[in-house]
């Protein structure tokens, strides 16, 4: 278990590693263990002020294992419920915990995968990136957020679109629709994801969580219960050591030290 992804915090960065190159990094037993293990790990620690998300190999990930999906048919809907009671909590974690998460994506990102990232904060690709749901292909259904997230970021109607019809989206069309922020060349993929993360970590913790949990919930809100949800975010914010210190910082004038808090 602890192989298939890697974990290293250091000055305030989660730096999460899918380390299986030689099969694809694939969502399997392996995966699942590990994935849970390290989004627990990340929500409990509080030093982390970002998490920057990558993988070893030719490949992102080819997404779900099929060879999962085919051992035995009569337990395959029991072994779903298993899997995604973990997965789901781990996505869970990831995307509503108070670090801001970015990817860098190369090559292929597939299925489970494409879930994953879409509700990432900011995904870097490489120009050879592609993005396949491959769910109909199999006749499967997206899950781990594949229809929440993907149609956050780029449309309901461009969603179903993408799923029902199949679609794969290299670099350029992904960050045309809104699936990729940034297109860099391969080489700088991971330095630019990591120079993002360095930000975050270097900035109001407690500011980034309260915008990324206020625009997750924008869509599913009315304009009155949106405006309480900020009110209610930015009361807590103002009581923040964080706040104090930009608003002293920018009459002092000087560049603001943040430390998470």
Known sequence: MADAITLQVEDGIARVVLNRPDSGNPIDDDFIGAFEEITCACSDDESIRAVLISARGKRFSVGGDIRDFTEDRDLLAAKIRKWN???NG???RLHRGDAPTVVAVHDVVAGGALSIISGCDIVVASPT???VAAYASIGYCPDLGGTINLARRIG???AKRFHLLH??????EAAKAGLVDLVVR???VLEEAEAIARKWAAGPTKAYAEIRRLMQDAHASTLESQLESETRSLARLVQTKDAWEALTAFLE????RYIGR
């Open 129 to 131: 990136a592609r993005f």
């Open 186 to 188: 391969e080489e700088r």
């Open 167 to 172: 679609e794969i989206l290299d670099a350029e």
């Open 85 to 87: 009671a973990s997965l």
């Open 156 to 158: 309901l109607a461009r």
């Open 253 to 256: 004038k000087r560049p603001p």
């Open 90 to 92: 781990s996505v869970a």
